[in-house]
């Protein structure tokens, strides 16, 4: 058997960066190794940004169905004939358009990018099977007790008038129009609001194609959303997704408002989270699942956010165990506040963590993922080098402190959903 070496420090491929004319900074990552190429165009446009309800996402999503020179179909055919892959992800503050594809197509690429970027053409016809789609769709992902739990914790911990706390209708799709759609690419989908991500196989053509896009987009104004002070106020809620009687399962949640990974706990605090429940053979796994019997799966994690954080503990629990359950949960939280980890849990757990960071970090792609993440919490990939050093150090002390400062019962909001 090879000898088991600790991950001590890594070297991360750091990206090249220039700035264009009208001030969009790329960040390039080379490697010409494999003839694949990926683009990734970053907005300040995600959801918090938006006046009206599922603006932001309706106009990311509809970006791609038709533009001023094609159609979806024609748009569709062009992804399929030369296999390039497209994808648009929106959160709560961006919106991420990416395209991949061969280097000998990126060209063709590009113009589809070109296209959805520039020419968007938001169709009445396009934009009610989108919505109608997603109407059915919500309203259907909203009879899941796993859903309801989720944005009941979410309201409960930041309050209903926090833009990470808000959660709309169904029936608010009726509401969405073409002209919504317009104004809101018309003051997002600029310059200013931009940064964009180069990886893989990028030629020095690609880079001029790349640049020739961002420089007919227009210089636009950043907007800038003050963030309201989460509820912070800890309660126990019980829900129902259907009648009590017929219900065989039920939901937890259990957390709190937290912080984003610029706070100097973050690195201690998310390895004390890992080693609760963010592994298979994590304390709650071994307790919950493996001892008790009472759910297929339990976890917990600190959420990294742009403005915030959160801590949670989620489950899907036989319904007739889930208040036993629950003090079980609260019985391993207590342990690691009274109780020093030992020294060889602790280190399986840095190896767990190291070893998930070796495994994002595995080719130009993954990299390029994590630069985004970098680049959107006002960090470069050197973060990561100082993440592996942060996680070596931690000792069973301070997760005993994480655990006592931050995870008392009477901090910690509980959400049951039958």
């Not at 358009?97 to 690429?109: N, V, Y």
């Not at 992902?141 to 959660?167: D, L, M, P, Q």
């Not at 605090?269 to 699942?289: C, D, E, P, V």
């Not at 489950?315 to 889930?322: D, H, P, S, V, Y």
């Amino acid at each position: 058997m090879p000898d088991i070496k600790k991950i001590e420090k890594i070297d991360v491929l750091k990206a090249a960066t220039q700035q264009t004319d009208n001030g969009v900074d790329i960040y390039s990552i080379i490697t010409p190794a494999q003839d694949v190429l990926r683009i990734s165009f970053v907005f300040t446009a995600g959801i918090k940004y938006q006046d009206k309800s599922y603006i932001a996402t309706a106009t990311a999503n509809l970006l791609s169905e038709g533009t001023k020179n094609h159609t979806s179909l024609e748009i569709a055919e062009m992804l399929d004939l030369y296999g390039l892959y497209f994808d648009v992800s929106a959160d709560r503050e961006f919106v991420v358009i990416t395209i991949c594809s061969l280097g000998r197509f990126a060209d063709k690429a590009l113009h589809v990018l070109e296209e959805v970027l520039l020419y968007p053409n938001f169709s009445q016809k396009e934009c009610d099977v989108y919505t109608q789609k997603r109407k059915v769709a919500l309203q259907i992902e909203r009879e899941k007790s796993n859903v309801i739990a989720r944005e009941t914790f979410a309201k409960a911990i930041f309050g209903e008038g926090h833009h990470y706390g808000t959660f709309s209708s169904a029936e608010d799709y009726d509401n969405v129009t073409v002209a919504d759609l317009n104004a809101f690419y018309e003051k997002h989908y600029n310059a200013e609001n931009l940064f964009v991500v180069l990886s893989g196989n990028i030629s020095s053509e690609t880079e001029v194609g790349v640049v020739d896009i961002i420089s007919k987009l227009p210089s636009g104004v950043k907007h800038h959303i003050v963030s309201p002070t989460p509820t912070e106020e800890p309660v126990v809620l019980h829900v129902d997704a259907k009648d009590p009687e017929e219900s065989v399962q039920s939901s937890v949640n259990i957390g709190r408002v937290m912080f984003n990974r610029n706070h100097p706990d973050f690195t201690a605090m998310q390895l004390t989270a890992t080693l609760l429940g963010g592994y298979f053979s994590s304390r709650l796994m071994k307790n919950i699942r493996e001892d008790k019997g009472y759910t297929y799966g339990i976890q917990s994690a600190l959420i990294n956010m742009q403005d915030s954080g959160y801590f949670i503990i989620g489950a899907q629990l036989q319904r007739e165990f889930t208040d036993v359950a629950v003090e079980e949960i609260f019985k391993e939280i207590e342990l690691l506040r009274t109780t020093p980890v030992p020294d060889e849990e602790l280190e399986v757990v840095k190896r767990v963590m190291l070893g998930e960071i070796l495994r994002v970090l595995d080719g130009p792609f993954g990299i390029a993922d994590v630069a985004i993440e970098n680049i959107q919490n006002g960090t470069d990939n050197s973060a990561s080098e100082l993440l592996v050093k942060g996680i070596r150090a931690i000792t069973a002390t301070q997760v005993q402190e994480m655990a006592q400062k931050y995870l008392s019962r009477e901090d910690l909001t509980v959400v049951i959903c039958n």
